[in-house]
């Protein structure tokens, strides 16, 4: 009878429990719907996979908003609405929409025998990984959530590899994931054989940190991070994204260094906040090592930057640094600041969904990723070379631009931070934010330099039809980084709200 009571009692929780993943949900009718549309509807419709896809995240972004004030927990303590994790999700399917257009503009033109409606459901399946990691505060849903984005992104990578150099690419990153993947599901397991729970919210979670020796604390919580920092490419576990981010078309490039990146954040966010507040030997740890890959991996990613000549293993070096900056925001986030970290995530995604969609139209147009190609052609198209500029000087953090907002409020938390508590990892973390800051112009500026002010002996270029879609959507995004940045209150109030 009291077996029979506690199925009940589990069917019931979960039943309870469904309408706290509509969202998903919606996600998924929407892979299904993709996979028989790239089976059947394909043929006569050729782009009805794409439209599925659109479909489907534009559904699930209005479901979305039914969840704006929720705070319900469900499936046993595995999922938990919050508000960071409802703008996190917000700027997963916004991310998403901009992703899918781009691939399909990419792809439109171009013969593989592959089928190109694949690539959507792989989109929807990450889609619903990245929005299971915000949600959840469980580490085997965590662990769950990391592998569906991680096998979705090595498919994305390698689905339409064309050469030996992005087949290499494919396989050093799945063979890189696949490592630090085990590696943090060995962590999980000793902080379960530590804890007794897998809850890393809860008291009995917390209390069991705390009663275990420090040298086991220390090596389980290294392992989780080695799974964590192969999502977030921060150093030392950035060896991959070079030669993946150049290997990988454009678009799926463009889709790696934002979308993934944005669950990754939310969910080390909430962990981070928890564990930085706890006053116990973890908590210390914690904040050393976020202070010091931050600051390390500004340093490396910038300073590599600097000698890359090809655009999108620069933007791989860059994107790096800026990694090493959104830890420092996270750090913010611990003391309260989710305005300040969601500011910045906003703002990261824009400036990178617009300078990859820039690539992505000269790639199309030169067949070279190459800076030196883009050598006069400022000339040809100002309005295009005007934009990817001004991008870059978003994403240096010079005003008037978003990304310059976005820096000065992380700047001034942590230094709100250094003055209440004096401690020197704060100060180092303000020094060496502001030296890779500057740092970045001198590879930034590199795209004006070649366009406005190197002579150009090439044949006249135009920019095909089938790239102006992207064209448009990377200027319109430009304008954005400058509404905000001139008005940066109209996003801030509406996080704090």
């Not at 085997?140 to 992104?153: D, G, K, Q, T």
């Not at 502001?434 to 001198?442: K, N, P, R």
Request: a neutral charge; one cysteine or more.
């Amino acid at each position: 009878m009291e077996f029979s009571q506690q199925v009940s009692s589990s069917i019931d929780q979960v039943i309870q429990s469904v309408p706290l993943i509509k969202v998903e949900l919606v996600l998924a009718l929407g892979f299904l719907m993709s996979i028989a549309g790239t089976l059947f509807f394909d043929k006569l419709w050729k782009h009805s996979s794409f439209y599925i896809c659109l479909a489907s995240i534009l559904g699930a972004f209005v479901v979305l908003f039914s969840q704006q004030f929720s705070t319900e927990q469900g499936f046993f303590g595995m999922l938990s609405l919050g508000k960071i994790s409802y703008f996190g999700r917000m700027l997963i399917m916004f991310s998403l929409f901009i992703s899918s257009i781009y691939i399909q503009q990419h792809f439109e033109h171009k013969t593989f025998k592959k089928r190109k409606g694949d690539i959507y459901s792989i989109l929807l399946a990450a889609g619903i990984g990245m929005n299971f990691l915000t949600i959840t505060e469980h580490w085997l849903m965590v662990f769950i959530a990391i592998e569906m984005i991680s096998i979705s992104s090595y498919i994305l990578v390698g689905y339409f590899s064309e050469n030996k150099a992005q087949s290499e690419a494919a396989m050093k990153y799945a063979l890189f994931g696949s490592a630090c993947s085990a590696v943090m599901l060995y962590g999980l397991s000793l902080i379960y054989g530590l804890t007794g729970n897998l809850n890393f919210l809860s008291p009995q979670h917390m209390q069991g940190l705390t009663a275990a020796p420090e040298m086991m604390v220390s090596i389980s919580l290294l392992f989780i991070f080695t799974g964590i920092g192969f999502k977030l490419s921060f150093i030392p576990f950035h060896l991959w994204a070079p030669d993946v981010y150049e290997g990988a078309p454009t678009p799926v490039t463009a889709f790696l260094s934002t979308v993934p990146k944005i669950a990754v954040l939310i969910f080390f966010a909430k962990l981070a906040s928890t564990w930085l507040s706890s006053p116990f030997y973890f908590g210390e740890l914690t904040f050393l090592f976020l202070g010091i890959v931050s600051m390390v991996t500004m340093l490396a990613g910038n300073l590599i930057a600097l000698r890359q000549t090809d655009i999108k293993r620069m933007m791989a070096y860059s994107s790096i640094g800026h990694t090493g900056f959104l830890l420092m925001a996270i750090i913010g986030y611990s003391h309260e600041h989710m305005d300040i970290l969601l500011f910045y995530l906003l703002a990261y995604t824009i400036m990178n969904l617009a300078f990859f969609a820039f690539i992505d139209v000269l790639e199309q147009k030169l067949g070279s990723t190459a800076m030196s190609a883009y050598a006069g052609l400022g000339k040809q198209f100002p309005i295009l070379f005007t934009c990817f500029s001004f991008v870059g000087i978003s994403l240096i953090g010079i005003p008037p631009t978003a990304g310059f907002v976005a820096k000065l409020l992380v700047f001034s938390s942590i230094f709100e931070q250094y003055q209440i508590l004096n401690e020197p990892m704060y100060l180092g973390l303000l020094i060496v934010g502001a030296l890779t800051s500057v740092i970045s112009l001198f590879y930034y500026f590199k795209i004006p330099l070649q366009a406005f002010l190197r002579n150009n002996t090439e044949v006249q270029i135009q920019v095909a039809s089938s790239s102006k879609a992207m064209l448009y959507i990377g200027i319109l995004l430009t304008i954005m980084l400058l509404v905000f940045g001139i008005f940066p209150s109209l996003v801030l109030d509406f996080f704090t709200s």
